[in-house]
């Protein structure tokens, strides 16, 4: 009895499965390839370094056979596809084609512009007077219907596509790309490039044409800035010193008056005070990664601290500057630290004799030296 019942159970699962089975017809499934697309007009814009010395920014419009309207804007019937392109970065930022060739992907997450990768397009909304439209940014496809500029767009982030020197003056770009539709997009263009350079204007980290030694300060200021890289082990202070001439006000938190500062970050040990001064030692400065943050094995006691770029508001400054104020004001004549030390000696009085032999973030940099002794250092 008990073999029977397991044999109709067997034979139930049996015919289950039977039911539930998916019929996949005998000739099997064939995925539709779309036809490949051939553009024959193009406009290559080189944007250049965007401040990261990681990559450079490339814009590429290509274009189906289209008539334009007035404005130069392409009518329909046809179709365009833009690549926001990260390209080798250029030390010269010369716009020259030859950095173009190479494989692009999809870029491995909204932070990461490493060269061989293309920007994932996405929506945006416009205000135009008396109408609010959206547009499509980065990298998209866009088809245009006929008799009309208008636009229907479609975001790309996934896919691949390589750019090709043909050795005759000539490159060939080709492509598959997958956007928010999921349609594969095939692509081929072969032509000249005649790059439109537009590289936004950038204002320099520093501005010092020549070397800076024999600097000595007048007066000096300590605040504990504590755990500020916020790594919560006790494991280091931040102090912040300024080092300013005789007219410099130092009687709140940010130098004003008129004058020069030296702007430092030094890391002490834990248990320092500011009214222990600053412990002597030879304070190295770190290095700054690409993106301007600092390796957590290099946040430790006797570091110097470099400038963060591209921040040119005092109350916002990061890291070791120099630069001049007029009425409280910053002038034209300042510098980023990205190198070099500050030594501290410790007289018996508890006086401080601060030395710095520092460099600027230029690609030749200018030197900052001096030697300034004070019996006394202000605090917070």
Same mark, same amino acid.
């Given at each position: 009895m008990k073999d029977r019942f397991i044999l109709i159970f067997l034979a139930l699962i049996a015919l289950a499965f039977s039911c539930t089975k998916p019929q996949v017809p005998d000739e099997g499934y064939v995925e539709s390839i779309p036809d490949t697309v051939r553009f024959v007009d193009s406009r290559f814009v080189y944007n250049g370094n965007l401040g990261d010395k990681v990559s450079d920014a490339w814009i590429v419009k290509l274009y189906t056979d289209m008539e334009t309207d007035d404005s130069g804007d392409p009518v329909g019937p046809g179709t365009m596809v833009q690549l926001f392109l990260n390209v080798t970065y250029d030390d010269a930022q010369s716009a020259d084609p030859e950095f173009l060739p190479g494989v692009y992907r999809e870029m491995d997450n909204s932070l990461n512009y490493r060269a061989g990768t293309f920007v994932s397009g996405y929506m945006k909304y416009v205000d135009l007077p008396g109408q609010r439209i959206e547009v499509a940014e980065a990298t998209f496809y866009a088809e245009l219907e006929d008799g009309s500029a208008d636009m229907e767009y479609e975001p790309i982030d996934e896919g691949a596509l390589e750019i090709v020197d043909n050795g005759d003056g000539t490159f060939t770009i080709e492509g598959i790309l997958v956007g928010k539709k999921y349609t594969k997009r095939y692509f081929t263009w072969t032509g000249e490039i005649n790059p439109v350079a537009d590289v936004p204007e950038q204002t320099p980290n520093s501005t010092l044409r020549t070397d800076l030694t024999g600097l000595t300060f007048a007066k000096a200021q300590i605040q504990d800035k504590g755990d500020m890289f916020y790594l919560m082990d006790e494991s280091y202070r931040c102090m912040l010193m300024y080092l300013v001439d005789e007219e410099v006000d130092l009687s709140s938190y940010r130098p004003a008056g008129d004058g020069r500062v030296l702007r430092l970050e030094l890391l002490v040990p834990w248990e320092t005070g500011v009214e222990d001064g600053i412990p002597a030692g030879v304070y190295e400065m770190v290095t700054r990664n690409a993106d301007t943050s600092i390796d957590k094995d290099s946040i430790v006691p006797g570091v110097a601290i470099p400038g963060l770029?591209? !921040?040119?508001?005092?109350?916002?400054?990061?890291? =070791?500057?120099? $630069?001049? &104020?007029? @009425?409280?004001?910053?002038?034209?004549?300042?510098?980023?630290?990205?190198?070099?030390?500050?030594? !501290?000696?410790?007289?018996?009085?508890?006086?401080? =004799?601060?030395? $710095?032999? &520092?460099? @600027?973030?230029q690609n030749t940099p200018r030197r900052i030296q001096g030697v300034t002794t004070l019996s006394v250092l202000e605090t917070l």
């Open positions: 770029p591209d !921040v040119f508001a005092e109350w916002k400054l990061g890291g =070791t500057w120099l $630069y001049e &104020l007029r @009425d409280g004001t910053w002038t034209q004549n300042y510098a980023r630290v990205a190198g070099g030390e500050v030594v !501290v000696e410790r007289g018996p009085d508890g006086s401080h =004799t601060i030395s $710095y032999d &520092l460099l @600027d973030c």
